[in-house]
């Protein structure tokens, strides 16, 4: 079992690291001097186990009894993800909503066996896999269900099968990112599936919430790198993934990658997996302002040209990123765009595609960085959740969100959600970049700071509120990679329609009957 | 309106021939010679109209009466697809399953007021775009309601909008794959989107079946190309697509793609589109069998370096197409097997992606052929299905079925299909080719041809079905780009299992709460 994360922060705590220099002073720059927040609780507030003993004997005869714990400890490490809204929970020592138990299921048998012993027993079962949920996906209700539990799939951590002809790999759900590519690579292959929150996330979650990894641009989504899949549904099981792609009917692998826990579990996915690159490379492009580099990116994209790796940031962002506060707020982008180009492959691929990008983006304007950048950003992929922590300690709120749309309407959502944010968000500072790239469009992600008010969360909920509805006002979607959890439900129910509506929940009811699995998460 | 078909013929009628020479030797040495089949009826039998006056008026009111119409060759043409079953039938003049009535709206919101009037009014409908379907997907049932119309799209046939930013354009569902494709000519741009029935179908048949054209290593499938859609469903409209690709739950447009008229009307697709291309080469490459073929197509395929076009004959397919006698049934391949490559785009992308597709081919052993097989193959691409309405004149039975699973199963696919075919069909002859090929496997493409039995229709049956039991035995898909109709339903609810089924019913029963949308076809 890998390590636990602390229930009010981020990733191993031996990893964390109070703010640094250039950061404080980018903050005191940007939002003057800032009173300190309030301390974290020392002492919790945790309701105790309230599920009968008959239940929790129940659910031991099927994963043994040391399989079942209701330490208070671990059931606070299972109460939320990651979001800020969770970690100001948190930190206010607020674990109301802790599970009854945890449940720690060792295979596919034994999950279905749980799933289906909930539903007869009306148990609100959330799937738990590295907890780096960022959209209240754990957060399920139990109004009128005789408990809840936490389904934990930490022990189902195997590869079962790998495919050299067909190329595919099955994998078990609790795989965390780095122990899956761990396995991997000892048959010389990778999934290239490298979201922010690799280090923690796990298959079974990039699976239920259509993870987006950094490399997408090269390795694709990890909706696209599932050919095959099962899950445990409380009517029984499915096994989805004949062919790499059939007209047999809806594609039903495409309903259940994105369920969120709320259709049904899933106990393992064959994915499509490559062989790991020999070579790799990340460097640097200056573009003179945002449009000129996402104008750059769509070429790229449509052209089929794109690097494995592409991001781009919009020009604060850009600035704060290179720790020039003296461009920060510059509206004319004094210091440009920085662009961010990776490529991996045999050593012979990647030399053709960056010479052939080179010339695309050097004909259309962009400066050369060289490696450093491309270095500085491969170094601190994962660590953005860390800094995170410390600028709350510092009285800085800070989040991230999300979203995508046509490149027709790209440029004018970023100015859109930006304006619903400073809007929101008294002197905030909004950096934006471009996440991952499409033939037809793009994403853009959103990083917020401000100074913290009196009431961060009432503060954070009203500002993501109004670049929600910014989002939907401008036709796109309210997550490109995150889910919807249940900060997003609303809007979610706005984007697929009252029809689009009828159809999940029609599939719930049909899945789940008794509305046990993730009950409140994904389903409007 | 395009040119009627034929109701027992396919295509254009002064496109048909008779059978060539060549061809006519080949059925000689194959299957001896035949006796001449069952003439054509002549007269045929249709029952009448039989749905109430009161309901055409209320179609009428909705269509306006010029678009409801009941006469009895119309009916004929709407009365099945285009399998050979389906010709068997309609050549013996049997059109006892005509519609009731065809009825042509104008627009999303007439098919919308269609629907919901059939719903209230419980009149089956059949969603009608070419009429090429080849698995009984037009064969709906009637039991228990008050009448069957063919809902016949052919009026709405424009061209929405096209976003030359975002390389999308919104298409009406009537539109002919080359009324499209020359829409889209007028703007620069193509779908790239080659079916064997591309000259017939429809955009509105490509989405609702999965449909996967000739360039799909180059363009990708149909369902990979939309981006955005409409349809019109008994509960109400349905609007998906907000961006290239979101998180925002499970992708509820992969459930109408494929979705076969059973769930809803598609009445606009937005797909992704590319520049017309500025070349195009076709050729010809020869293996010394079909496992040599396969592994340079894989390798290819997992490369990243796909030509536009790949398709791969296997030893029999090779000797036919080349008609070359000597050679058919020769057990250890005597003639090798042919490649087809094709490229296209501007003539730079073509330039470079040939080479490095050269290379790796010659470097497998793969031989040259130049490219006369490739013009060969191209000037013959669409021709296939009048070959089939000239072989059945002659009395040949002859078919097509394809499949797709993983490439390690590939190999073994072939022969246990192939092996059922043969078993089933006494002398039979069976040509196959790789026709779509992706990283983790491919799809294998069947032609079948024999002596026509005193009953071909029970002939075909048996041998239908047991090629079908050997596909799902194989644990490949029942289709890899017919869809599934009513002729694969059996084996689709063996593929997608018990919960699967549940999952599409449940859909199905909220969208269309009377069933009247194509009742029996997919759903099983």
Redesign the interface.
């Known amino acids: 079992m890998t390590a636990e994360m602390h229930p009010s922060r981020w990733g191993d705590p031996a990893a964390a690291a109070p703010l640094p220099d250039t950061a404080r002073e980018l903050v005191r720059l940007a939002f003057g001097d800032l009173p300190a927040p309030a301390a974290e609780a020392s002492g919790s507030r945790i309701a105790a186990s309230a599920i009968d003993e008959d239940l929790l004997d129940g659910l031991r005869r099927i994963v043994g009894a040391e399989h079942v714990l209701i330490d208070d400890d671990l059931r606070r490490r299972r109460t939320r993800g990651k979001s800020t809204p969770d970690l100001l929970r948190n930190r206010a020592g607020d674990f109301a909503e802790a599970p009854d138990a945890v449940v720690r299921p060792a295979d596919h048998d034994q999950v279905q066996a749980l799933v289906a012993y909930a539903a007869a027993h009306r148990v609100a079962v959330v799937p738990f896999g590295g907890g780096t949920c960022v959209t209240g996906g754990l957060a399920a209700r139990r109004d009128g269900l005789a408990g809840l539990v936490s389904l934990d799939l930490g022990r189902m951590t195997a590869l079962r099968d790998v495919?050299p002809?067909?190329?595919?790999a099955t994998l078990e759900p609790g795989l965390r990112g780095p122990e899956a590519e761990a396995l991997l690579a000892g048959h010389g292959l990778t999934l290239g599936h490298f979201p922010q929150s690799f280090e923690f996330a796990t298959i079974g979650g990039f699976a239920a919430?259509?993870?987006?990894g950094q490399a997408s641009a090269g390795y694709g989504?990890f909706?696209g790198m599932v050919?095959g899949l099962t899950a445990a549904?409380p009517?029984?099981?499915?096994?989805?993934g004949?062919?790499?792609?059939?007209?047999?009917?809806?594609?039903?692998r495409?309903?259940?990658?994105?369920?969120?826990g709320a259709?049904g579990v899933i106990t393992s996915v064959t994915v499509?997996v490559?062989r790991a690159p020999e070579a790799t490379v990340h460097e640097g492009w200056r573009w003179a302002c945002f449009a000129d580099g996402v104008a750059a990116a769509?070429t790229l994209a449509?052209?089929?040209l794109l690097p494995t790796v592409l991001r781009l940031s919009d020009e604060t962002e850009t600035a704060v990123n290179l720790a020039d506060p003296d461009a920060l707020g510059g509206a004319d982008g004094v210091g440009g765009c920085l662009m961010i180009t990776g490529y991996e492959g045999t050593a012979e691929?990647v030399a053709a595609r960056r010479a052939a990008v080179t010339a695309v983006l050097s004909g259309l304007g962009g400066t050369p960085a060289g490696e450093e950048p491309g270095r500085a950003w491969e170094q601190g992929r994962f660590h953005a959740p860390y800094l995170r922590d410390a600028l709350l300690d510092e009285g800085v709120l800070v989040e991230t969100l999300e979203?995508?749309?046509?490149?027709?309407?790209l440029e004018s959502l970023h100015a859109e959600v930006t304006g619903a944010l400073t809007g929101a968000l008294d002197g905030a500072l909004v950096l934006c970049h471009v996440s991952?790239v499409?033939?037809?469009?793009?994403?853009l992600y959103f990083t917020v700071a401000a100074r913290q008010a009196a009431d961060p969360l009432a503060q954070w909920q009203a500002a993501k509120a109004a670049a929600s509805d910014a989002i939907r006002a401008a036709?796109?979607?309210?997550?490109?990679?995150?889910?919807?959890g249940t900060d997003?439900r609303q809007w979610?129910a706005d984007?697929?329609?009252?029809?689009?509506v009828?159809?999940?929940?029609?599939?719930k009811?049909?899945?789940d009957p008794a509305g046990v699995l993730n009950p409140g998460v994904?389903v409007p």
Request: proline fraction near 3%; charge should be negative; hydrophobic fraction near 40%.
């Open positions: 495919d002809v067909s190329m595919t919430t259509r993870s987006s989504r909706d050919v549904t009517a029984g099981e499915l096994r989805l004949t062919a790499p792609a059939s007209a047999a009917g809806p594609d039903l495409q309903l259940l990658l994105g369920s969120e259709l499509r490559r769509r449509q052209a089929g691929a979203t995508a749309t046509f490149w027709s309407g991952h499409y033939e037809t469009g793009a994403s036709g796109a979607t309210i997550t490109h990679h995150h889910a919807v997003h979610y984007e697929i329609g009252p029809v689009g009828l159809a999940l929940r029609a599939v009811d049909a899945l994904l």
